[in-house]
């Protein structure tokens, strides 16, 4: 039973490494858009390091190479630009957000490569990563909410 565990906990995280290293060229723009050159030469080292050495993204090499991650959306450019706060609204079953997290969200899934890609496998691989990245999103506001903190 513990082998189970473990092993479902590791798939769990290599699908959250997978999916993470899709968002990080969309990360990287962002990155620019706020000024933050630096940062954006980090996640396109960390997106190259871990598509190659970490097998498609599937093992997070770069933070153990001192390429650590961090989030940067469209939402937050749009804070950096002086967009401030906007109302607060809560999608359904989604996410919590306010207004401009929400645009931002919109905006990040036209930066997201697999959505340029057409065609047969690189198709299914877009769709995959679409329908991992809501599972993960979800699991991740679960173990949030979730009384133990786990």
Do not use: Y
């Not at 899709?22 to 630096?38: H, M, T």
């Not at 970490?54 to 190479?65: E, M, Q, R, S, Y």
């Not at 609204?89 to 645009?103: E, Q, Y």
């Amino acid at each position: 039973m513990v082998t189970r565990i473990t092993s479902l906990a590791a798939r769990e995280k290599s699908l959250h490494n997978f999916v993470s290293n899709l968002g990080q060229p969309a990360i990287a723009v962002n990155d620019v858009l706020q000024g933050n050159f630096s940062r954006s030469w980090n996640t396109l080292q960390r997106f190259v390091i871990n598509t190659t050495v970490g097998g498609a993204g599937l093992f997070d090499v770069a933070t153990d190479w001192n390429r650590p991650s961090h989030p940067a959306d469209f939402g937050q450019t749009l804070g950096v630009v002086g967009r401030g706060s906007w109302p607060e609204r809560s999608i359904a079953a989604l996410w919590p957000s306010n207004l401009r997290d929400s645009v931002g969200k919109a905006v990040d899934l036209f930066t997201n490569p697999t959505n340029f890609i057409t065609g047969g496998a690189a198709a299914t691989i877009s769709t995959a990563s679409g329908g991992a990245g809501f599972i993960d999103g979800r699991a991740g506001l679960v173990e949030h909410d979730s009384p133990s903190g786990t």
